[in-house]
């Protein structure tokens, strides 16, 4: 039994939130009003978990500006943004946040039996679910939600892809022989036909469950019992033969289960090889500077941090800026710098990247790819230079390092930082550069589009011994 929502709006509260949206920053044409419609028109699975990406194609529409009319939209309360870690073995979303603060990287999927350990760049999906003071989804009390759409909409990520481009979930429906809500007390039985492989037998509500090996005997107990207990699945089925069963579950707990027969081949993880179609990151909310600006108070609490693969870190700093406060005086050089940050904070902006931090005259931002850092690195000299022909004086001279590599991102000091060599290393490549100078990892210089974003530039190779690293690196100098 589906319980349907009227689509009920709160007028007037979604007035303002929309007022202080337009409001928020300068959008391109129509972007409000395209996401006013979804929430006054959507249905109600559209304004779940919604992925920007997914958004920004579907409207042919730039994915930073979807990204960052969603991170707005949660700014003024129009949406909640969640954190969800995803299952790369069968698309589970095994758990959902509603804030970077209760996140741990390592989680449980009880389908796959597996202990997963997610990073930044792949299994942290972020999306946006409408809030419902503005208006109630279905979604808000997955309690109602059909078993059908709790299954297929709500424990699955509808972004669960296999072989490419086809529908994880749709692959996977001829799969699953039996699924039910049983409240508590009740008993439900299977009759049906399983085929060799494996019989997972869980509650996905309470995300428990246990998996039996079907085949491997010549013939096995055709009937069993399934209990669901608090925080565990308990059968008294050992070794199944392929063919007819009759397997009765019982909900021994307190609470409403769904359980549900998965019966996946032995090759499944071969067979069915999961990605996921293109979803907004943690690494790429990490390089969008909206993030940043809205959400300084986002903390990581666990203590070692949440790990991301690859990052492009690059450093600024500029030379002599204490003989230029000197020669000019605080006020003027103050002015100077600050327009300089400006520059510095749309290129990188531009680029698919975040300002981390400032330290005194320096700046260390964070990009998506190191192609453009590179061209970011690159705009960011020209348009320094161009700031200064209006002077005619060169007070400011940049000088700027680029590394990549692995990192951890840890709350320090309140903030969102990296942490570790990647970090470490950067920072040294920058202090390598004199007034002008690019330098790049050879990191950073061997990655894909890196040679094409610095064009005809003249490039030096050298070779440089860095503080704490034991052998020489190479690097490149543009
Ligand atoms: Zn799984």
Redesign the pocket.
């Known amino acids: 039994m589906q319980a349907v929502l009227q689509t009920k709006i709160d007028e007037p509260l979604l007035e303002d939130m929309l007022t202080n949206l337009e409001k928020a920053k300068t959008w391109g044409p129509r972007a409000v009003s395209r996401l006013e419609n979804l929430v006054r028109t959507g249905e109600d699975v559209s304004l779940f978990r919604v992925n920007p990406l997914k958004y920004a194609s579907e409207r042919g529409v730039p994915e930073q500006e979807a990204v960052e009319i969603f991170l707005y939209a949660a700014s003024v309360g129009l949406f909640d943004m969640e954190w969800n870690l995803l ?6 979303v ?1 758990e959902s946040f509603a804030s970077l603060n209760n996140l741990d990287s390592h989680f449980h ?4 039996n ?1 202990d ?1 350990e997610a990073s930044l760049d792949d299994y942290i999906q972020i999306s946006f679910t409408v809030s419902p003071l503005v208006r109630e989804i279905a979604f808000h009390h997955p309690e109602l939600l059909s078993d059908a759409d709790y299954l297929m909409k709500y424990h699955f990520s509808r972004e669960g892809r296999v072989n490419g481009d086809a529908n994880w979930l749709e692959t996977m429906v001829p799969h699953v022989p039996f699924f039910s809500y049983l409240e508590p007390g009740e008993r439900k039985t299977f009759s049906g036909k399983i085929h060799d492989g494996f019989l997972v037998v869980s509650d996905l509500i309470n995300h428990t469950g246990t998996a039996l090996v079907v085949g491997g005997v010549e013939s096995g107990p055709a009937t069993g019992a399934i209990i669901i207990k608090p925080g565990l699945v308990r059968t008294d089925v050992a070794g199944l033969a392929s063919g007819s069963v009759t397997l009765t579950f019982q909900n021994d707990s307190p609470r409403r289960s769904l359980a549900a027969l998965i019966n996946l081949p032995a090759d499944y993880k071969t067979a069915y090889p999961v990605s996921f179609a293109p979803f907004l990151s943690g690494k790429r909310l990490l390089n969008t500077q909206a993030f940043h600006d809205l959400f300084r108070h986002e903390v990581i609490k666990s203590v070692e941090g949440l790990g991301i693969k690859d990052v492009t870190i690059l450093f600024t700093d500029l030379k002599g800026s204490t003989a230029l406060y000197e020669r000019i005086g605080d006020l003027k050089a103050f002015s100077l710098v600050r327009q300089h940050f400006d520059v510095l904070g749309r290129v990188i902006n531009e680029h698919g990247g975040a300002i981390v931090k400032t330290i005194g005259d320096a700046v260390m931002g964070s990009f998506m790819s190191s192609s453009e850092a590179v061209k970011a690195a690159l705009e960011m000299r020209r348009a320094i230079q161009d700031l200064e022909q209006k002077t005619g004086r060169r007070d400011l001279i940049i000088k700027i390092g680029i590394h990549r590599g692995a990192s951890i991102v840890v709350t320090l000091n309140d903030r969102l930082d990296y942490f570790g060599q990647t970090v470490n290393v950067a920072s040294r490549v920058q202090n390598l550069a004199n007034a002008d100078e690019i330098y790049l990892s050879e990191e950073v210089y061997n990655q894909e589009g890196v040679r094409s974003a610095l064009g005809d530039i003249p490039v030096r190779e050298d070779k440089a011994k860095l503080k704490g690293i034991m052998d020489e690196v190479r690097v490149y100098v543009a």
């Open positions: 299952c790369p073995g069968c698309t589970s095994v999927c009880h389908i796959c597996a997963n």
